[in-house]
């Protein structure tokens, strides 16, 4: 039998690349890369004439930010407030209580395979799609408003924080679930004792982040008809005010 080739081992810190000695070489890639941009910007077809026109129009609607009317549409915002933070509250901890199963189940050093599987598929599934798309999916099924967004931002929440949860399970330290697990507890005591002190903290900072995220989400979903602050903020942007 030959013996076995040597492998190299591969490097444990990163080096800086070594320059291009060749000075012409150096400059033949700058004037490379500045024809291609000149080249580049020079096929954009822009009317200047239209950009020049339009900096007063730009100008208008700027100012507009500077000087917002609460009082008018102070009825319509306040329902959009309203409607956006049920939507974030209510939203993010039903999905938090489906977040945990489906992490837990998605954790490959405490679940079985087929359930592993499965609930790796869900989180895949969840985590497929962005917000705007699935916002428009149940706008279609089920109408226009904050329903709608609420299974949005549900269906969003399981995605991010069911992944988390599942690879901070199995980063976990060993050597607490095996204390557990040698005194003879179940397969629940080891989740409750020897895990579930690990991940918390993890999980309560994860959901805290989570409801931000919701609550930001809720003002963009509404372009679509997902109801919350972003349909007030859509209808307004529509009639330029």
């Keep these: 039998m030959s013996a076995p080739a040597e492998t190299t081992p591969l490097p444990t810190t990163w080096r800086r690349p070594p320059p291009i000695r060749d000075p012409r070489l150096r400059w033949a890639i700058y004037g490379g890369s500045l024809v ?9 077809d822009i009317n200047w004439t239209r950009v020049y026109d339009g900096l007063d129009r730009g100008l208008r609607f700027v100012k507009g930010f500077l000087v917002p009317d609460f009082l008018s549409r102070w009825g319509d915002i306040a329902q959009g407030m309203e409607e956006s933070l049920t939507m974030t509250v209510t939203a993010t901890v039903v999905g938090i209580l489906i977040s945990v199963p489906i992490g837990i189940g998605g954790a490959r050093n405490i679940a079985p ?3 592993y599987l499965t609930c790796r598929a869900i989180i895949a599934l969840s985590r497929s799609f962005q917000e705007i798309i699935i916002a428009i999916l149940f706008v279609a099924m089920f109408g226009f408003g904050p329903f709608a967004g609420f299974l949005t931002l549900s269906f969003a929440t399981i995605g991010f924080l069911a992944k ?27 989740v409750n004792f020897g895990i579930q002190p690990q ?37 307004a942007m529509d009639r330029y005010e």
């Design 36 to 44: 291609y941009l000149v080249l580049a910007f020079a096929s954009i």
């Design 113 to 115: 395979m087929p359930v």
């Design 164 to 190: 988390l949860l599942a690879e901070d399970i199995e980063d976990i330290d060993e050597a607490q679930a095996e204390a557990i697990r040698a005194t003879g507890a179940g397969w629940w005591q080891v």
């Design 199 to 235: 991940v918390m903290p993890r999980l309560i900072g994860l959901s805290l982040y989570r409801l931000d995220i919701n609550f930001r989400e809720s003002s963009v979903i509404g372009i679509v008809g997902a109801g919350g602050i972003g349909a007030t903020l859509n209808t």
